[in-house]
């Protein structure tokens, strides 16, 4: 490694000329990555609404309805001539209305009450459309400035997806506008050189550029990752540049000069920034075990930033380093936030150890048992409350409510059964409508004998169907249990396999996936990281309470929606479980490496102390850019589900720099017995209590000699290593 470095610093224009090249050609790839808004995009194709969609389209040439569209109407003739209008619109695919599901010929008042409330109401006439873009936002927009001077009035998966199109392309630079200063504010407060918060600014920007302009060769992105990917690789990696940067100081400090400084800076930095990266790393990996591959567009995205960040703190920052050595001396001052004014936070943690160790043991069983409890959101969410969509989308649904469509798709072969399943759906609780051939025509009725036109959306050649209506909000247990129960009186009638379609059985699908997915990821990034802070610290005890802290942590962050009874959106609840874990186990890292350091040369309470004072300052840093930047998430953010990653992390974050600073040092002081005797490298001596009782005997020499002997030892430990 320290060859590498040595090259690194000799050729360092060249770097920095050869990575402007790279950002200049990662500026435009990254606007060739295409941006998914579907999620049920992501589900396993395995699962039986993914095949009952493809089906839909392949026998019926037709989709789930995605837009509901309501205009005033002053009679059913205007509405029908409204329904041409609209089967005429660019990336209209199907309009369903009134005459697609009874005989119009016929007056209103001898059809069916509940058939005519759904389309026809209150002077205004509903459609149910399907509607195809590659740009909802953009359609949507389009589609209200058509058709003005009329006022529509629009709810649906389109128009969600609308909302976060748009909100995807204007937020993400507006939480980069409030992110920088915030991070360079908390940089300056922990710097000892003005120029230092722009080094490591410019150098993970660059790690997220590269990062971001390399997903073309991915093809797509969802929207989710889009949104949080650069702001989050910007939080998590910040450590890795100021690491590396104290490594240089230290060097300084010892009377090397420029280059030397920066050689060793980069190789004594290089374990430590790695072991942090490598957990970060496998934290978002594992997301690629997930059936449910939104998990997948996440990890892959998340990891790779981690990889290009660890590449140009090792690379690239030494270089501006080199390049701006002479300015950053120049500029110097004492940081704010340095180790001897954090005095009085570890008095009041060793005043209190063990209170606090009391009180979190108390609540770690009730913070397990509230995140198993959660209440889970699998939809998108609803639109911002303030917005004019929204206004539109409650007057539509003050006339109409809701409409949940439902959808079975029959194999022909078990049309007999159709009559007594759809008297049996149309019993369920919150049915209001079920339609098949069965109830419309008559199973009596031959089908080949009637005009396909007639039939074509209940028949096909191999399959028919049945369409259920409810009022009930997609992303609800309602709406789940009655998925169940249609797949459960499927079950029961059919014998040929079916499938089901519509936007709960997809939420539903989702949701079993995610629930198993979840339960796989769990372990295996705990395993994970646990292996590799193993190999890391070379000792069991260690590993196991930087884990048990972090996922302490993770469950007190999980159990706040749980005791506030509000709902957690699945991304949040995946990302927390992966993502808090993966970002803050550095904190861990960094403590634990500085206690057992000093107790080579001290006895537990002042290796303690001396921890905290000394760690406070390099630990308040990430975290508070970690926190600081999901609170704006969740602040500026208008998607519901990045909102509510944004608020779980900005808590997350703080939640793991106090129980790293609170309660990790209580069990690093307590279980110090558990932790020499399970040590597995044979390096790790009792130098601790035996300077104490040097020390305690007078034994002043001895006790210098001791110190001596440690530093010796550390010295040719480390050149053994290299």
Known sequence: MRKLAEQIIKHYRSIIILYFILAIISCFTLLQVKVRFDLSYYLPPASNSTRGLKLLQQEFNDAI?????????????????????????????????LDDITD????????????VKNYLQKGFARYELVVQSNNYGHYIQKLKKDMAPREIYLSGQALDMASANLAVGKEVTQILFYAVPLALLILFLISSSALEPFIFLITIFLAVLLNMGTNFLKGDLSFITQSIAGIMQLAVSMDYAIFLLHQFKLSLAEGDNLQVALVKAVYRSFSSITSSAVTTFFGFIVLLLMSFTLGWDMGIVLAKGIVFSLICVLTFLPCLIRLFAPLISKLSYKPPLRAERFGFLAAFARKFRLTYLIIALLLLPLAFIAQKRCDISYGMGNLPANSPEFKAQQQLESVFGRSLLYVVMVNRKDSPATAAMTAELKDLPHVNTAISYANQVGNDVPKDSLPPALIKQLVSPSYERIIIQSKLKADSKPAFALAQAIRKIADKHLKQPYYTVGEAFTLLDMKKAIEHDNIIINYFIIGSVFFVLLCNFRNIIVPLLIVLTIEFSIWLNLAVPYFSSTRLNF?????????????????GILLCEKYL??????????????TLKETCASLMAPAFILSGCGYILALISSINAVSEIGQVLGRGALLSLANVLLLLPNLLYWCDKLIEKSDLNPLFVKLGNLLLKLKRSGKNKAAKSVVLATAVNDKLKQHGDK
């Open 104 to 115: 119009i010929t016929l007056p209103l008042k001898l059809q069916k009450a509940d058939y």
């Open 571 to 587: 991304i949040g609840y995946l990302v927390i479980n992966t993502f808090q874990l993966g970002a803050t186990v550095d904190y």
């Open 65 to 97: 309805p995605n837009l509901n569209l309501a205009i005033k109407a002053d009679s059913l003739t205007s509405a029908l001539q409204f329904k041409q209008e609209l089967l005429h619109y660019p990336g209209v695919q199907s309009v369903r209305f």
């Open 597 to 610: 350091n000093y107790r080579k040369t001290y006895p537990k309470l002042q290796a303690y102390t001396r």
